[in-house]
C-alpha cells in the first residue's frame, strides 16, 4: 500500500529512509487522529515520488515537530503553533498577520514554486488528503478550481516573488469559488480567501501565507463549471 512506489521511482531511497517515512506517517496521523481528525496515514492512490523527496521528508520533520509540541502544550490557538513553525524556519513575517488570523482560519504556508510547507490543525477538516498524500503531492495538480481564479493566483504569486508586494494582500477580489480534489476522497468545497501574506528570509520573500475559510460541500458532488 505505501512502498512500492519507492520501487518504482527514479529517486533511490535506501531502507532506512523508506522506514523514517512510514513512521512519520504514522507518528503524524496518529496525533490528528488523537486532536479528532480523521486523517489517514497512507494512501490508496499511487505517487510519482518527487526528486525533492529529501526535502520534503526534512519538511515533514519539522512540521512533525511543531505539532507535537502544539499538542503537548493543549494550546487552543493555532497562531501559537504557526509561530513556532515560523521559529523553526526562520521566516520573518509582516507585522499585522497574527492581528489578521481568526480562530476558523485554514492557514497554509506555500513556497514560491507552489509547495505546501505548513498547514494548521483547521485544514484536515475540509481535505481527504492522507500525510502520504501532503509528502508527495505535486501541488499544481492536487487540485481544480475555475481558470480565472488560477491565472489570479498565479499572478499574485509572481508580484510577491518580484518583490512588487510587500504587505499583506487583502483577497477581496478573489470571488468565492468552489475547488475539487483531484485524489483521495475527490472532496468539492466552497473557498474564500481571506488574506496572502509574504514571509522573508534574510530579507527576501521566499514564501507565502495563505488565509482561508472553507465550506466542504458533498464529497461525491463535482461542479460542473470547473
Given at each position: 500500500m505505501f512502498l512500492p512506489w519507492f520501487r518504482r521511482a527514479s529517486v533511490e531511497l535506501s531502507k532506512?529512509?523508506?522506514?523514517?517515512?512510514?513512521?512519520?506517517?504514522?507518528?503524524?496521523?496518529?496525533?490528528?487522529?488523537?486532536?479528532?481528525?480523521?486523517?489517514?496515514?497512507?494512501?490508496?492512490?499511487?505517487?510519482?515520488?518527487p526528486r525533492d523527496i529529501r526535502e520534503r521528508i526534512e519538511l515533514m520533520r519539522i512540521y512533525d515537530q511543531v505539532l507535537t509540541a502544539h499538542?503537548?502544550?493543549?494550546?487552543?490557538?493555532?497562531r501559537n503553533m504557526l509561530w513556532k513553525f515560523f521559529s523553526k524556519m526562520g521566516y520573518a513575517p509582516t507585522s499585522d498577520i497574527f492581528d489578521r488570523i481568526e480562530d476558523g482560519d485554514i492557514i497554509e504556508v506555500?513556497?514560491?514554486d507552489h509547495q505546501q510547507l505548513y498547514r494548521n490543525l483547521n485544514y484536515f477538516d475540509v481535505v481527504s488528503m492522507t500525510v502520504e498524500d501532503l509528502i508527495n503531492?505535486?501541488?499544481?495538480?492536487?487540485?481544480?478550481?475555475?481558470?480565472?481564479?488560477?491565472?489570479?493566483?498565479?499572478?499574485?504569486?509572481v508580484?510577491?516573488?518580484?518583490?512588487?508586494?510587500?504587505?499583506?494582500?487583502?483577497?477581496?477580489?478573489?470571488?468565492?469559488?468552489?475547488?475539487?480534489?483531484?485524489?483521495?476522497?475527490?472532496?468539492?468545497?466552497?473557498?474564500?480567501?481571506r488574506y496572502i501574506s509574504p514571509l522573508k528570509k534574510n530579507g527576501k520573500c521566499v514564501a507565502v501565507l495563505v488565509g482561508t475559510r472553507c465550506r466542504l460541500l458533498k464529497p461525491e458532488?463535482?461542479?460542473p463549471s470547473l
Open positions: 532506512e529512509e523508506q522506514s523514517e517515512i512510514r513512521d512519520l506517517c504514522l507518528r503524524i496521523s496518529n496525533k490528528l487522529q488523537g486532536a479528532g481528525k480523521c486523517t489517514e496515514a497512507f494512501s490508496s492512490d499511487k505517487h510519482e515520488l499538542l503537548e502544550e493543549g494550546s487552543k490557538d493555532h506555500y513556497s514560491m503531492l505535486n501541488w499544481q495538480r492536487a487540485y481544480k478550481r475555475n481558470r480565472r481564479v488560477m491565472l489570479h493566483l498565479i499572478g499574485l504569486m508580484r510577491f516573488t518580484t518583490g512588487t508586494f510587500h504587505q499583506t494582500y487583502n483577497c477581496t477580489r478573489i470571488p468565492v469559488h468552489q475547488v475539487q480534489e483531484m485524489l483521495a476522497k475527490r472532496y468539492l468545497v466552497e473557498l474564500n480567501f458532488r463535482v461542479a
